[in-house]
């Protein structure tokens, strides 16, 4: 917790190495910094999926789902929000959803009561403010949180602005590549995001784009899966 924390950075240690949000992240900075302390740290995230107009869609919605589920979503790269094209929006929807609906069968629990609290706020919040639940939603007293998809979400709600770190995401459609990119770069949790397409180059050009650290393409955060390979 916050004191073992702190009491490790009064020793004086040779580095300091911090996984964890954004607001305990900056108390490390400043405590590692008044001391000398080199610090390496990796914060929150609200990555994006982009999905395009011409991306094999059930490849498209498989991946997307695995990136919002996987570890109940408690993966600082998982997938929160989901920009896709117009043209391909419903077809991906529907077959996201089902994707979604298969895995709440093996959807774990969050690690603890304080962020399952969190997260049920975003959904009731996101859903106060006229959001549509597409699927999932509040679960019934002890059962995890299952797989939960909103469309409709207000850009000042959680749901959109802040790490939900939980099975929750939020899907929004757009007419063109440039609203894509516009709408993936609404965020000041630039971690990483993912883009879908069968044009490599395209993807690329795309991706180039993205205001965040990491890109990966037709897949998401999917070696944090494989620990021979390097993150990202």
């Not at 789902?65 to 929006?89: D, K, L, S």
Request: with cysteine; net charge negative; aromatic share 4%.
């Amino acid at each position: 917790d916050a004191k073992a924390g702190a009491a490790l950075i009064k020793a004086d240690p040779d580095m300091v190495v911090f996984t964890g949000s954004t607001k305990t992240g900056r108390k490390v900075a400043v405590s590692c910094a008044y001391r000398g302390i080199p610090c390496e740290q990796e914060l929150g995230g609200k990555d994006c999926a982009v999905v395009l107009d011409d991306a094999d869609v059930e490849r498209a919605a498989a991946g997307v789902a695995w990136g919002i589920v996987t570890n109940a979503g408690q993966n600082c790269a998982g997938i929160e929000r989901v920009v896709v094209h117009g043209r391909v929006a419903e077809h991906f929807e529907r077959a996201l959803i089902e994707q979604l609906r298969r895995a709440a069968r093996d959807i774990p629990h969050l690690v603890t009561p304080a962020q399952r609290a969190l997260v049920i706020g975003q959904i009731n919040t996101a859903l106060e403010a006229g959001a549509t639940l597409m699927t999932g939603g509040v679960p019934e007293d002890a059962e995890p949180i299952p797989p939960t998809l909103l469309s409709g979400v207000p850009r000042d709600c959680s749901a959109w602005t802040d790490e939900s770190f939980g099975p929750v995401a939020v899907i929004v459609a757009a007419s063109n590549e440039d609203e894509l990119v516009r709408v993936a770069n609404d965020t000041v949790f630039g971690l990483g995001a993912s883009v879908w397409s069968q044009n490599i180059r395209r993807a690329e050009r795309v991706g180039a784009r993205l205001k965040t650290g990491m890109v990966w393409i037709n897949n998401h955060s999917f070696t944090g899966a494989v620990p021979d390979l390097p993150w990202a």
